[in-house]
């Protein structure tokens, strides 16, 4: 299986702050690379897919950016519903596996 | 818009087998674009793929589980089935039944809202 590692674990930041989460692939996966947001006791939801494709209805301030094994997910300004984890997941090879998990945490 | 809805028993007794069904709404089963996936979350950790069902009935499950999992489908009720054997409490968590594609196209799109199951007698 592909091992997929996020950093940071978790982060604090402030309403209108850039933030940033790297995830990296234990192999190439080209850019078949998906980001998923979750708020506690809700399903994921997804925001990015092939690294840099923005869901339908996902706010321009979320995007995605990477391909072979290192990928990034920028939020350019922080919002108070942002607050959640934030999952990679790779989809080049079954089994589809994820990232550990980032959690955004309120400054 | 599509609706996926997880139901079964809350709580299965160890060595048992955990049975779950996902109804979708709101969208065909049928369409041949998507599988139909499960993936579940333990309490307070990550996110793992359990395996995911063509209308066909053609499936693919992870081979950490596979041994243990049987996935089915019944497209005339738009329902999609799946049953774990032998679960132990590392089997509790939350199961989640998703809309996908298979790869490169296995992200997902649509997800139930997740249903707890405890294993525990």
């Known amino acids: 299986d592909i091992q997929m590692t996020q950093s940071p674990s978790s982060l604090s930041a402030s309403v209108g702050d850039r933030v940033t989460i790297t995830c990296r692939a234990s192999q190439s996966i080209n850019f078949y690379l998906n980001w998923y947001q979750q708020k506690p006791g809700k399903a994921p939801r997804l925001l990015i897919y092939?690294?840099?494709r923005l869901q339908s209805g996902v706010p321009l301030r979320f995007s995605g950016s990477g391909s072979g094994t290192d990928f990034t997910l920028s939020i350019s300004s922080l919002q108070p519903e942002d607050f959640a984890a934030y999952y990679c997941?790779?989809?080049?090879?079954?089994?589809?596996?994820f990232g550990q998990g980032t959690r955004v945490e309120i400054k | 818009q599509v609706q996926l809805q997880e139901s079964g028993p809350g709580l299965v007794k160890p060595s048992q087998t955990l049975s779950l069904t996902c109804t979708v709404s709101g969208g065909s089963i049928s369409s041949g674009r998507y599988y139909w996936s499960w993936i579940r979350q333990p309490p307070g950790k990550g996110l793992e793929w359990i395996g995911h069902i063509y209308y066909s009935g053609s499936t693919y499950h992870n081979p950490s589980l596979k041994s243990r999992v049987t996935t089915s489908v019944d497209t005339s009720k738009k329902q999609f089935s799946l049953e774990l054997s032998s679960v132990t409490a590392a089997d509790t968590a939350v199961y989640y039944c998703?809309?996908?594609?298979?790869?490169?196209?296995?992200?997902?799109?649509?997800w139930g809202q997740g249903i707890l199951v405890t294993v525990s007698s």
């Open positions: 998703a809309r996908g594609g298979t790869v490169p196209e296995a992200y997902y799109d649509s």
């Open positions: 092939d690294a840099s």
């Open positions: 997941q790779q989809s080049y090879s079954l089994p589809p596996t």
